[in-house]
């Protein structure tokens, strides 16, 4: 029997830091948007919302790059200029709503911090070396080797960052490749932009394996004819990944291993419903609670107490 959802690394991931915290962000949250929402739900979703810097920096970038290659495939340029000027503004009203320095926006919700909900606002020089990052990493993704290469050929470019559910092996996936391309050889390429401030290689591999398993599946390529690139901004840098049978067979085996550990705490395995208790919180103590989201709603803002159950 498959799983009732959509598997992905992020997933993978946040089961495997926490159970409790996979079970607010993916259970606990759930339709607490809506206006009728008990306190408690509505609470989770908003704190499930927030954005840690980085990674709200990753998404900017990750956006930029997109905008830019999009403009190149449909013969657009964008101005690079003005982009990088809007970019950059946009953030800083961004910081400025989010610390309360200027109104809401009329449409859309703002960007929520999870340094301000933790109580660690960085102060003024601290937003300023946050957006002075985003600018280094814009111009380092204008002039990155790979961004230069896929200039030179926009017209092989198959995908540009499109979220895709996919079916593989039985299996249901979300594959999200930043790009794919044509190499003009019979065979693709995968790009990952990456935006952290380190990543192991092998890490990287196996993360790309997922879209070169979705790849050879979908466009019949043979898994070896498959190349990735993991390009780094902040840098210059980027990394080749060979993919083999071998390799996507490990990542298969690891998501069907994945989905079935968390299927396994469902009381209907064909109903994508679980209670709260059936999600292990991590150890009373655990140092990763102290700069977890969920600490108000999961019983952890004391360190020292035992976490809600709904049982
Ligand atoms: S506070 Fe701790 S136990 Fe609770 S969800 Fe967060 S990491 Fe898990």
Same mark, same amino acid.
């Given at each position: 029997? $498959?799983?009732?959802?959509?598997?992905?690394?992020?997933?993978?991931?946040?089961?495997?830091?926490?159970?409790?915290?996979?079970?607010?962000?993916?259970?606990?949250?759930?339709? $607490?948007?809506?206006?009728?929402?008990?306190?408690?739900?509505?609470?989770?979703?908003?704190?499930?919302?927030?954005?840690?810097?980085?990674?709200?920096?990753?998404?900017?970038?990750?956006?930029?790059?997109?905008?830019?290659?999009?403009?190149?495939?449909?013969?657009?340029?964008?101005?690079?200029?003005?982009?990088?000027?809007?970019?950059?503004?946009?953030?800083?009203?961004?910081?400025?709503?989010?610390?309360?320095?200027?109104?809401?926006?009329?449409?859309?919700?703002?960007?929520?911090?999870?340094?301000?909900?933790?109580?660690?606002?960085?102060?003024?020089?601290?937003?300023?070396?946050?957006?002075?990052?985003?600018?280094?990493?814009?111009?380092?993704?204008?002039?990155?080797?790979?961004?230069?290469?896929?200039?030179?050929?926009?017209?092989?470019?198959?995908?540009?960052?499109?979220?895709?559910? #996919?079916?593989?092996? $039985?299996?249901?996936?979300?594959?999200?490749?930043?790009?794919?391309?044509?190499?003009?050889?019979?065979?693709?390429?995968?790009?990952?932009?990456?935006?952290?401030?380190?990543?192991?290689?092998?890490?990287?591999?196996?993360?790309?394996?997922?879209?070169?398993?979705? #790849?050879?599946?979908?466009?019949?390529?043979?898994?070896?004819?498959?190349?990735?690139?993991?390009?780094?901004?902040?840098?210059?840098?980027?990394?080749?990944?060979?993919?083999?049978?071998?390799?996507?067979?490990?990542?298969?085996?690891?998501?069907?291993?994945?989905?079935?550990?968390?299927?396994?705490?469902?009381?209907?395995?064909?109903?994508?419903?679980?209670?709260?208790?059936?999600?292990?919180?991590?150890?009373?103590?655990?140092?990763?609670?102290?700069?977890?989201?969920?600490?108000?709603?999961? $019983?952890?803002?004391?360190?020292?107490?035992?976490?809600?159950?709904?049982?």
């Amino acid at each position: 029997m $498959g799983a009732p959802f959509l598997w992905s690394w992020s997933r993978h991931r946040l089961f495997s830091h926490c159970q409790r915290e996979y079970w607010f962000h993916y259970y606990g949250a759930r339709n $607490g948007w809506r206006p009728e929402a008990d306190p408690r739900t509505a609470e989770i979703y908003r704190l499930k919302k927030l954005s840690g810097r980085s990674q709200w920096l990753g998404l900017l970038v990750h956006e930029a790059a997109a905008t830019v290659l999009r403009g190149l495939l449909w013969r657009r340029p964008e101005d690079e200029a003005a982009l990088r000027a809007t970019l950059l503004a946009d953030a800083r009203q961004a910081i400025a709503i989010a610390r309360g320095q200027a109104p809401a926006p009329d449409r859309g919700p703002p960007v929520r911090f999870l340094a301000l909900e933790l109580g660690e606002d960085p102060g003024d020089a601290g937003w300023e070396e946050t957006l002075a990052d985003l600018a280094l990493r814009f111009d380092d993704l204008m002039v990155h080797p790979v961004m230069r290469r896929l200039r030179q050929v926009p017209g092989r470019m198959i995908e540009i960052d499109r979220l895709r559910k #996919v079916r593989l092996d $039985g299996l249901r996936l979300y594959v999200a490749p930043d790009v794919l391309v044509d190499d003009g050889e019979g065979g693709r390429v995968i790009v990952d932009w990456k935006t952290g401030r380190s990543h192991d290689p092998e890490v990287v591999a196996r993360q790309m394996a997922v879209y070169a398993w979705w #790849v050879a599946q979908y466009d019949g390529i043979p898994v070896d004819r498959i190349k990735g690139l993991q390009a780094n901004v902040p840098g210059r840098e980027h990394l080749t990944v060979s993919f083999d049978s071998t390799l996507v067979d490990a990542v298969r085996s690891l998501a069907t291993e994945s989905i079935a550990a968390m299927v396994a705490p469902l009381p209907d395995p064909r109903r994508d419903q679980a209670p709260e208790s059936a999600f292990e919180p991590r150890p009373v103590g655990d140092p990763a609670c102290d700069r977890c989201r969920f600490r108000g709603p999961c $019983g952890r803002a004391d360190p020292r107490s035992d976490p809600k159950s709904d049982s």
